[in-house]
């Protein structure tokens, strides 16, 4: 069953689950994710219903709902109240939820989704480097100072500037869509002059005006290539449910295999699933990008772990990237 959630409907819905004490049984899985490229490996998921194909291996007929949220603070408000079982979002979102809920929900991340960078780009010629962002620029996020984009700047910005100024760029970070930062940038003559851009925005942007060029990528920041977005649910889901969640994750190890072995297949899908007006040529590119690794093996995501955790933004601090993880993700290599 495809469902697809306004904002003011997620509120309801939270309401409702928390009056009728709704429990979701062996054989039912919710899953929501947000829009774009990044959440390749659940379309796939979707649209070759492999969810259910491993639920029938597992022994149980699994009934799938998706739905569609954009934001993670939507998306972990219906987490905790039952209203939905597994979410999606970026690294350091998913941490937050694990470090406040430690103890309690005791939130963990399944899988990831990929790797995939992020680029801080600008059309201003001044800005070639973080040191050359002022006062009067502004840089567009999807989430000032908490998304997944804030936090890979603090962390940066704490090694040029020191820990005790870490949201130094906070102050001119600007909450603004991916879609509508990236025509503020294209078009020029705005206060937005730099955006801290995903797939396949940047590609847009760049491709769109000579102007705009990378300042830095979130693998320039982590060292390497590193998990984006990841899907996380709560401990009472994952041990209330052991053959549905298996068959998810199946699901994903499989949609990865897929997405691998035939990337214009991928593209297809992806067009298809999610109605996607990009030109086929440009979403075969991004997949086909070296840079981009849709998998499920978590990587250099244990980097947010220990320098949010020194920055004060996490209590709790992480061992291992296995302590937010839940088990049966260590059968694949993480880091």
């Known amino acids: 069953m495809a469902v697809r959630f306004l904002k003011g409907a997620v509120a309801a819905l939270v309401a409702a689950v928390a009056l009728q004490g709704i429990a979701h049984a062996e054989g039912k899985i919710s899953i929501a994710q947000q829009f774009g490229i990044g959440y390749l490996l659940l379309d796939v998921v979707r649209d070759q219903q492999l969810i259910e194909k491993h639920g029938k291996q597992q022994g149980v007929d699994v009934q799938v709902e998706w739905a569609s949220i954009s934001g993670a603070t939507a998306m972990n408000e219906a987490l905790l109240a039952g209203a939905l079982d597994v979410v999606s979002a970026g690294v350091p979102p998913m941490l937050t939820m694990w470090d406040r809920t430690k103890g309690k929900q005791n939130v963990k991340a399944v899988a990831a989704l990929g790797s995939l960078p992020n680029y801080l780009i600008s059309n201003s010629p001044r800005v070639k480097t973080l040191r050359d962002l002022g006062e009067k620029d502004r840089i567009a996020v999807p989430a000032a100072g908490v998304g997944f984009q804030s936090r890979t700047l ?182």
């Open 154 to 335: 603090q962390i940066e910005t704490a090694k040029l500037f020191g820990k005790d100024d870490f949201k130094r760029f906070d102050t001119i970070s600007v909450s603004l869509p991916h879609p509508e930062a990236t025509a503020a940038l294209i078009a020029g003559g705005s206060e937005i002059n730099t955006h801290f851009s995903s797939a396949p925005f940047y590609y847009q942007a760049l491709d769109a005006n000579k102007a705009i060029h990378k300042v830095i990528s979130s693998y320039d920041i982590l060292g390497g290539p590193a998990t984006f977005n990841v899907l996380y649910t709560t401990q009472k889901f994952h041990d209330e449910n052991p053959k549905t969640y298996k068959a998810f994750y199946a699901a994903l190890v499989e949609a990865a295999q897929i997405v691998k072995a035939d990337k214009a297949k991928a593209a297809d899908i992806f067009i298809r699933v999610q109605k996607s007006k990009l030109s086929p040529e440009l979403v075969r590119r991004i997949i086909e990008d070296p840079e981009n690794d849709f998998t499920v093996s978590p990587h250099r995501s244990y980097v947010y772990a220990d320098e949010l955790h020194k920055l004060g933004v996490l209590k709790n601090k992480a061992v291992s990237w296995k302590d937010y993880f839940f088990d049966e993700a260590y059968a694949q290599p993480g880091s």
